[in-house]
């Protein structure tokens, strides 16, 4: 069986244990056929998770094609945890597969299932789900939000809110509860500010002066000179950059077209001449592929995939070549590549080019009605002008004010600096440097006014 890109390679134990309980690894995730049909089970993990929510998934979607309700229906004051996580879990699914009553997209529906089962696993499935307060939340607080991010812990606390507003008692709820849940004190939602501020502490973007020692440092390696360039160029994150296909890079075109693993909005990114040569460089050198990363573009020294794991996975089993090793070179985390081009990119004036590069949805609230129902296609040369603004920028150059005013595409040639980096506009042919072609075009009128 050809293993999917995001699977590495399973050992004779894990093996045993796919075949043994019919699980299928497909491009999105785990599938099993059961029941005379497939059916999706759940997004890519590891085997053994896999098979720990294999029970819990095949009687919710039995439960959808009899078409029986999605909430099993249950005595209030009476239901276990375990039970109503269970008919969440069951009117989850029912959201994500019939859009009823608001579609739900699979991941919000994986990050859901998987963080509230969390919940139930330190409150304790066995209790009763009425008698749940302060000292579970509390306990989770603990365990699971501390020493996280103050963005993370927000999001966390959004699912587990969720799960507690539906299942509390309302005419438009599921009213599984007598009351609704109790907090208390340290199950405290962060506020915008101490987000911001934490991201700003938290700050990653290189100065010019350590980007420029980063890359002289990965030099004489051809497959972290290549990534880190991919890095600043099209802010990849190691993991997309270990995910990457070949099939989406277009060397003639200077072109990567290759949506973001964590919210699957298509991204575009050019390559200056600079990144086009150093990824041409890698894969004069690049190791035969061994099993699994044949379509992959990078590859470790032994053939093998960049990036192995999947989401939720412990430290332990993740394997990160590329991140790795730019830390271990360099001294410095591969991600802040990405913020360096977002922080300069900041002040850009064509944004919507920026979040294409990015992968983020573009505008959202501001996003103007042309460009969100009408303007589809998206020309290619306006990321090219981008990066041309922001990669000297990076390097401490300074970026020519023509770049970033001229309507049209003002080409631009890369020439070779005291660092090894830069830009500079292209002289338009037919014009020189000489002190005669610098003189006003409206020279011979004013001549002509004097005479008269």
Not at 287 to 316: H, I, N, Q, S
Request: proline residues 7%; aromatic residues 8%; contains cysteine.
């Amino acid at each position: 069986m050809k293993l999917p890109e995001w699977l590495p390679a399973l050992g004779v134990r894990e093996e045993k244990i796919r075949a043994a309980n019919g699980l299928i690894p497909k491009k999105d995730g785990w599938y099993k056929t059961f029941d005379g049909r497939t059916s999706y089970i759940c997004k890519p993990c590891p085997v053994a998770e896999a098979v720990a929510i294999l029970p819990n998934r095949i009687k919710a979607i039995r439960q959808k094609r009899a078409g029986s309700a999605s909430v099993v229906p249950v005595t209030t004051g009476l239901i276990t945890l375990d039970s109503l996580f269970d008919s969440y879990q069951a009117w989850l699914y029912q959201r994500l597969t019939t859009g009823v009553p608001r579609k739900l997209a699979r991941r919000t529906y994986d990050d859901a299932v998987a963080e509230v089962s969390g919940f139930v696993e330190v409150a304790g499935g066995e209790k009763i789900a009425d008698s749940i307060g302060p000292a579970e939340f509390s306990a989770y607080a603990l365990e699971r939000l501390a020493g996280i991010a103050p963005s993370s812990v927000r999001r966390k606390m959004i699912y587990i809110e969720a799960f507690a507003n539906w299942a509390a008692p309302g005419s438009r709820k599921a009213g599984l509860l007598s009351r609704p849940w109790q907090y208390g004190a340290d199950f405290r939602k962060p506020s915008t500010d101490e987000i911001t501020t934490s991201a700003a502490d938290s700050d990653k973007a290189y100065t010019p002066e350590q980007l420029k020692k980063a890359f002289a440092a990965v030099k004489k390696n051809p497959r972290m000179l290549a990534a880190g360039w991919l890095g600043l160029c099209g802010a990849f994150g190691p993991k997309d950059l270990g995910l990457l296909p070949e099939s989406m890079v277009d060397l003639g075109a200077s072109l990567i077209r290759f949506p973001r693993g964590k919210t699957g909005v298509g991204r575009l990114c050019w390559l200056t001449p600079a990144a086009k040569a150093a990824l041409k460089r890698y894969l004069a050198v690049r190791a035969a592929p061994k099993p699994g990363a044949e379509a992959l573009l990078f590859r470790t020294d032994d053939g093998r995939p960049c990036y192995r794991g999947a989401e939720g996975v412990d430290v332990a089993y993740r394997v990160d070549n590329i991140g790795r090793t730019w830390s271990e070179t360099t001294g410095l985390p591969f991600s802040g590549l990405r913020s360096t081009f977002a922080t300069i990119a900041d002040d850009y004036p064509d944004q919507r080019a920026v979040d294409i590069v990015l992968g983020h949805k573009s505008g959202h609230k501001t996003q103007s009605i042309r460009n969100k129902h009408y303007a589809k296609k998206f020309n290619p040369e306006r990321v090219q002008r981008l990066v041309c603004a922001v990669v000297p920028l990076a390097f401490g150059r300074k970026t020519p004010s023509s770049v970033l005013s001229a309507p049209a595409m003002i080409p631009v040639e890369y020439h070779k600096s005291d660092d090894g980096f830069g830009a500079r506009p292209q002289r338009q042919p037919g014009r020189s440097s000489s002190a005669e072609s610098r003189r006003p075009a409206n020279a011979h009128r004013k001549r002509e006014v004097r005479q008269t």
